[in-house]
């Protein structure tokens, strides 16, 4: 009987076995919900991906055949050839399925791990810098910055001027003026 009152009586198992039950119920679906996501989100990468190798591959081949008119027809092959190239490249990438991509993904990462780091990194710079250029519209050039320039980058301070500010007034009416333009920031690279 004191086994039951540790047990928590019986027909009940231990707390923490629901517990660790729940969660494992809960990890296993959400991990479904990801991995159909990831399948989605690959589905739709491929199906882009493989316009944008066709598109490449138009583009070429239209670029081969001006080649071919002014340069002659052996520089226009090896263009054909760079564009036949990306032709075979969309093609295969639009038989696959997202499991295929997927395991090609992992057996590159075995076999290169070094080409697979790389690619990471590369692909991680790019994205950390379209959610920076996202996240300031300042840095995209979309308007002045803090350090009042348009570009974005330091230098001096411009003052915003109107029509008046600009437009000569006539002597003796007190008005003279004329643009002036702060000095540079001190904390300004130069």
Known sequence: ????????????????????????????TLTDQV???????????????????DNVASLIGDAAAQVSERLGDQYGSYIHQAADAFTGLADSLRQKDADQLFNDARALVRNS?????????AVGFVVARIVKSGLNPAAA?????????????????????????????????GGETSVQHAPPAADSEV
């Open 113 to 121: 791990p070094a080409v697979a780091l790389a690619t990471a990194a």
């Open 35 to 53: 991995g159909e996501r990831a399948r989605e989100y690959t589905v739709q990468g491929k199906d882009q991906a493989v316009e944008a190798l």
């Open 141 to 173: 050039g979309n308007g002045p910055s803090a350090t009042g320039t348009e570009s974005g980058t330091a230098g001096p301070r411009k003052r915003n001027t109107t029509a008046t500010d600009a437009a000569p007034q006539p002597a003796g009416t």
């Open 1 to 28: 009987m004191a086994t039951e009152n540790l047990n928590g009586g019986e027909g009940r198992g231990n707390p923490f076995d629901s517990a660790r039950r729940a969660f494992s119920d809960t990890a296993s």
